[in-house]
């Protein structure tokens, strides 16, 4: 079994800044691409950032120049800072990893979500 679990969510004034946290547990699984998706109140699911195994990135414009993600691949963790915050980044976000499990099977896990809520 493969979870992932979220943390660093809270409230915080605009231009202010949070660390997210999601770390993987479970043996056997060998992660690829790591992501973090958020969804705001009224809107659709968006792709915030991925980050391969290999270290490489992709921003959403929306968040380019202000957001930075990361992995340790050895701890099986991702990590999105989060630097001026603007209150149209009030969403709950979701962390997203794909892989291979023993080697040979397919596995998409989700974790369940932490609240960033950005006042104005």
């Known amino acids: 079994q493969v979870q992932l679990e979220e943390s660093g969510g809270g409230l915080v004034q605009a231009g202010g800044s949070l660390r997210l946290s999601c770390a993987a547990s479970?043996?056997?699984?060998?992660?690829?691409?790591m992501a973090w998706y958020r969804q705001a109140p009224g809107k659709q699911r968006e792709l915030v950032a991925f980050?391969?195994?290999?270290?490489?990135?992709n921003y959403a414009d929306s968040v380019k120049g202000r957001f930075t993600i990361s992995r340790d691949n050895a701890k099986k963790k991702v990590y999105l800072q989060m630097n001026s915050l603007k209150a149209e980044d009030t969403a709950v976000y979701h962390c997203?990893?794909?892989?291979?499990?023993?080697?040979?099977?397919?596995?998409?896990?989700w974790g369940q979500g932490t609240l960033v809520t950005v006042s104005s």
């Open positions: 997203n990893a794909d892989g291979l499990l023993q080697g040979t099977r397919y596995l998409e896990v």
């Open positions: 479970g043996s056997g699984f060998s992660i690829n691409v």
């Open positions: 980050i391969s195994s290999g270290g490489t990135t």
